[in-house]
């Protein structure tokens, strides 16, 4: 009989001390991400501020860089990562050593790598456009300096950083999968595409399109690639909305920056959304 | 036959794939270990090998490097201060949420994994304006606050994840023995808990030593910047001594890569594992 209450205090006594432990997470959470966020915001309610940035013509050329960045870069990176994932499974030990080294990048951090790409890309003197008219006698083209091309750059730059990540995460879709199956497919005289279209891809689809939709928001979030490489030029043509927000910020004009990134809002919001309900179900796991 | 011609695409395939991994990091290294004239002569080997450039570091010699060791110290307290905090921080969430059923703890979960997803060059900016307000700009706290504050929401996540997969007996057992809530924390929770706490913490140490744009919005002065931001630096100029930078470069990027080699089994398995059930 007097187990009842007791425990019934207990009880209580543990979500105390559940709210306690949480506590310090919530504080950091109020003050460094809700105030900011809601200050931001705030800041953004003007829609002068909108029209301001219409009017700059850095603006649509930056928005057109940032869709282009996630719509061919994302997808050639899960293209290659998808192909490469299949050249990793291979059970060689020179594969197995290819892949330690291949994961390098993403190992250590951007700043000495891009910075290294930039020098490499310079026009004059670079490592690529030296050995260009050194082995066939050809001019380089100005990587950095034609606008099309630098923003190109920028976007490779990023795929060498961040392919070795995705490429790792579709191994494990990959090894995940019962080799039984593939056996059974071999003495079925199921070709290769066949094996890859009926086993592989509904086994790893999900995780695919999971993965894909994480490097989005991550992407859009990608500053290093594009300010380490081209700074956002050349005449700011290479801008993406990661970087004029900050070169808003760094000019002072702190209400075109949360301008700029609230036009991001209706992209980011729904893959938010999306993502918040099937990363608190535990579907996949993943960090940059 | 077959088998060599299977052997040879596979050839075919890592040929290309070494070429592009290793170019960049090989044109760092072969500038790090050259002397000044190389530079400009875009050379896959150094004409004379040197390591000038390394005691020019160590010496703090040229105008750029003049702080290398006090930023190499910021740069490594930052990321412990980071690290620690995040995981005291999310490990103490992550057992509220996952053992204790603290009230809210759904919800904060789901708070956590929004921020997670908010790209961080978007967050900056009102973070930016908002330690200026908290008087916190050219702090390193206001750092290694930003950085606990990017890291902590994947850490508790995976801390819950891992967390709710030890057996609830264990707890039971031990409230029958007449534990409270911090013995369980104590005795049981965190001695399970250990392979998850290192891979946890080794994230955001590196999270935080890796980081340039927070580092360079928050802090300024040359005796406080981290060496990300101090490498940025060497950008301003046109005539920047690029032997001394890539040199520079390599120095702060050899640490990162010997924790990542020597935890990548942790690394990779307490990150991606689970990732096979999306």
Same mark, same amino acid.
């Not at chain 1, 594969?95 to 291949?102: E, S, V």
């Given at each position: 009989?007097?187990?009842?209450?007791?425990?019934?205090?207990?009880?209580?006594?543990?979500?105390?001390?559940?709210?306690?432990? !949480?506590?310090?997470?919530?504080?950091?959470?109020?003050?460094?991400?809700?105030?900011?966020?809601?200050?931001?915001?705030?800041?953004?309610?003007?829609?002068?501020?909108?029209?301001?940035?219409?009017?700059?013509?850095?603006?649509?050329?930056?928005?057109?860089?940032?869709?282009?960045?996630?719509?061919?870069?994302?997808?050639?990176?899960?293209?290659?990562?998808?192909?490469?994932?299949?050249?990793?499974?291979?059970?060689?030990?020179?594969?197995?050593?290819?892949?330690?080294?291949?994961?390098?990048?993403?190992?250590?951090?951007?700043?000495?790598?891009?910075?290294?790409?930039?020098?490499? !890309?310079?026009?004059?003197?670079?490592?690529?456009?030296?050995?260009?008219? #050194?082995?066939?006698?050809?001019?380089?083209? %100005?990587?950095?300096?034609?606008?099309?091309?630098?923003?190109?750059?920028?976007?490779?730059?990023?795929?060498?950083?961040?392919?070795?990540?995705?490429?790792?995460? !579709?191994?494990?879709?990959?090894?995940?999968?019962?080799? &039984?199956?593939? &056996?059974?497919?071999?003495?079925?005289?199921?070709?290769?595409?066949?094996?890859?279209?009926?086993?592989?891809?509904?086994?790893?689809?999900?995780?695919?399109?999971?993965?894909?939709?994480?490097?989005?928001?991550?992407?859009?979030?990608?500053?290093?690639?594009?300010?380490?490489?081209?700074?956002?030029?050349?005449?700011?043509?290479?801008?993406?909305?990661?970087?004029?927000?900050?070169?808003?910020?760094?000019?002072?004009? !702190?209400?075109?920056?949360?301008?700029?990134?609230?036009?991001?809002?209706?992209?980011?919001?729904?893959?938010?959304?999306?993502?918040? #309900?099937?990363?608190?179900?535990?579907?996949?796991?993943?960090?940059? | 036959? #077959?088998?060599?011609?299977?052997?040879?695409?596979?050839?075919?395939?890592?040929?290309?794939?070494?070429?592009?991994?290793?170019?960049?990091?090989?044109?760092?290294?072969?500038?790090?270990?050259?002397?000044?004239?190389?530079?400009?002569?875009?050379?896959?080997?150094?004409?004379?090998?040197?390591?000038?450039?390394?005691?020019?570091?160590?010496?703090?010699?040229?105008?750029?490097?003049?702080?290398?060791?006090?930023?190499?110290?910021?740069?490594?307290?930052?990321?412990?201060?980071? %690290?620690?905090?995040?995981?005291?921080?999310?490990?103490?969430?992550?057992?509220?949420?996952?053992?204790?059923?603290?009230?809210?703890?759904?919800?904060?979960?789901?708070?956590?994994?929004?921020?997670?997803?908010?790209?961080?060059?978007?967050?900056?900016?009102?973070?930016?304006?908002?330690?200026?307000?908290?008087?916190?700009?050219?702090?390193?706290?206001?750092?290694?606050?930003?950085?606990?504050?990017?890291?902590?929401?994947?850490?508790?996540?995976?801390?819950?994840?891992?967390?709710?997969?030890?057996?609830?007996?264990?707890?039971?057992?031990?409230?029958?023995?007449?534990?409270?809530?911090?013995?369980?924390?104590?005795?049981?929770?965190?001695?399970?808990?250990?392979?998850?706490?290192?891979?946890?913490?080794?994230?955001?140490?590196?999270?935080?030593?890796?980081?340039?744009?927070?580092?360079?919005?928050?802090?300024?002065?040359?005796?406080?910047?981290?060496?990300?931001?101090?490498?940025?630096?060497?950008?301003?100029?046109?005539?920047?001594?690029?032997?001394?930078?890539?040199?520079?470069?390599?120095?702060?990027?050899?640490?990162?890569?010997?924790?990542?080699?020597?935890?990548?089994?942790?690394?990779?398995?307490?990150?991606?594992?689970?990732?096979?059930? %999306?």
């Amino acid at each position: 009989m007097n187990t009842q209450p007791k425990a019934h205090k207990r009880f209580n006594s543990w979500q105390m001390w559940g709210m306690l432990l !949480l506590a310090p997470y919530v504080l950091v959470f109020a003050v460094f991400v809700i105030y900011p966020v809601l200050y931001g915001l705030w800041i953004a309610r003007h829609p002068h501020s909108y029209e301001l940035l219409f009017q700059d013509p850095v603006f649509p050329r930056t928005v057109l860089n940032t869709l282009i960045f996630l719509i061919v870069g994302i997808n050639l990176k899960f293209v290659i990562a998808l192909g490469l994932s299949g050249f990793f499974v291979q059970q060689k030990k020179w594969i197995k050593a290819l892949l330690l080294l291949f994961l390098l990048p993403w190992a250590i951090p951007s700043i000495p790598t891009i910075l290294s790409f930039r020098f490499m !890309l310079n026009p004059e003197w670079g490592l690529i456009n030296s050995s260009l008219f #050194r082995w066939f006698e050809i001019e380089g083209p %100005g990587w950095l300096t034609e606008p099309w091309l630098a923003f190109a750059c920028s976007v490779l730059v990023h795929i060498w950083k961040s392919l070795p990540f995705w490429t790792l995460i !579709l191994i494990t879709g990959r090894l995940a999968i019962s080799s &039984e199956l593939y &056996e059974a497919a071999s003495v079925d005289g199921a070709s290769r595409w066949q094996q890859f279209k009926f086993i592989t891809w509904p086994s790893i689809a999900t995780l695919y399109l999971t993965s894909t939709m994480l490097s989005m928001v991550w992407t859009l979030g990608d500053f290093n690639s594009v300010y380490l490489l081209t700074g956002g030029g050349p005449g700011d043509q290479t801008h993406v909305l990661a970087t004029l927000g900050i070169r808003y910020l760094r000019i002072d004009q !702190l209400e075109l920056a949360m301008a700029s990134i609230v036009m991001a809002m209706p992209l980011v919001l729904p893959l938010v959304i999306f993502m918040v #309900r099937r990363l608190a179900a535990g579907e996949a796991k993943l960090a940059h | 036959m #077959r088998k060599f011609f299977n052997e040879a695409s596979l050839i075919l395939i890592g040929i290309p794939v070494f070429l592009w991994t290793v170019i960049p990091i090989w044109h760092l290294a072969v500038l790090s270990f050259s002397p000044r004239d190389d530079v400009t002569s875009g050379t896959w080997l150094p004409s004379k090998f040197t390591i000038q450039n390394f005691e020019v570091i160590v010496g703090q010699k040229h105008y750029y490097l003049n702080h290398f060791w006090q930023q190499f110290g910021n740069s490594l307290f930052i990321a412990l201060a980071a %690290g620690l905090l995040t995981l005291g921080i999310s490990t103490f969430a992550a057992f509220a949420i996952s053992r204790l059923k603290a009230p809210g703890g759904n919800t904060v979960m789901n708070f956590a994994l929004a921020t997670y997803l908010i790209p961080a060059a978007f967050l900056a900016v009102p973070m930016y304006k908002a330690m200026g307000q908290y008087g916190l700009l050219n702090s390193q706290w206001s750092l290694i606050l930003a950085m606990v504050t990017l890291a902590s929401p994947y850490a508790i996540w995976v801390l819950k994840q891992a967390s709710d997969k030890l057996p609830f007996e264990l707890d039971e057992a031990a409230i029958m023995d007449g534990a409270t809530p911090m013995q369980i924390f104590r005795l049981v929770y965190l001695p399970l808990m250990k392979p998850s706490l290192v891979a946890i913490g080794t994230y955001a140490l590196l999270l935080a030593w890796n980081e340039y744009l927070y580092a360079f919005l928050l802090l300024s002065k040359d005796s406080d910047v981290t060496l990300a931001v101090a490498l940025g630096h060497f950008l301003s100029a046109d005539d920047s001594p690029w032997n001394l930078l890539m040199a520079t470069g390599l120095v702060y990027a050899l640490p990162p890569a010997a924790i990542y080699y020597a935890f990548r089994n942790y690394m990779v398995g307490g990150l991606t594992a689970g990732a096979t059930k %999306g």
